[in-house]
């Protein structure tokens, strides 16, 4: 199978700078966005280390899939091994050597990503215009 990732700049999230372009490419209607946010699409529990797990349903879980696979279609480079066909010991082999190595704590990677991280993230790096990038982070933030 060929590969069907593509550069960043050729993923529809790209450079979305109207409200029209949004709704076609995440498949929602934004005069509803209020619906789609609403506490009720989420469940939220406590798992069993304490951390609170915020689900999304319904629609909400559609849109989530959505944005995912648009994520996970756009090449990564070369030195992210977090990918299929790569593991843990590719990494360990690539950093084999004289390489000055930090080693970091990911584990709560997640719960410290901000509303503000993900706004940056779709102004900055994927150029969308700042009210599609509000609608973007307001999605996939936290609730």
């Not at 593509?6 to 076609?24: D, F, M, N």
């Not at 995440?26 to 797990?53: C, F, H, M, Q």
């Not at 901000?114 to 779709?122: D, H, I, K, N």
């Amino acid at each position: 199978m060929a590969n069907s990732r593509y550069p960043l700049h050729q993923s529809p999230l790209y450079k979305i700078v109207g409200l029209g372009r949004l709704e076609a490419v995440l498949r929602i209607d934004v005069s509803k966005l209020d619906r789609l946010l609403a506490p009720e699409n989420y469940r939220v529990w406590t798992n069993d280390k304490g951390r609170e797990i915020q689900q999304p349903l319904k629609w909400l879980a559609q849109v989530h899939k959505r944005i995912g696979n648009l994520l996970s279609r756009i090449e990564l480079p070369d030195y992210v091994y977090s990918q299929k066909g790569r593991s843990y010991a590719d990494n360990a082999k690539r950093h084999t050597g004289n390489f000055p190595l930090g080693k970091t704590d990911i584990s709560k990677f997640y719960p410290s990503t901000t509303r503000q991280m993900v706004w940056r993230m779709f102004t900055n790096e994927f150029k969308c215009a700042n009210d599609v990038a509000d609608i973007l982070a307001d999605i996939c933030g936290i609730m």
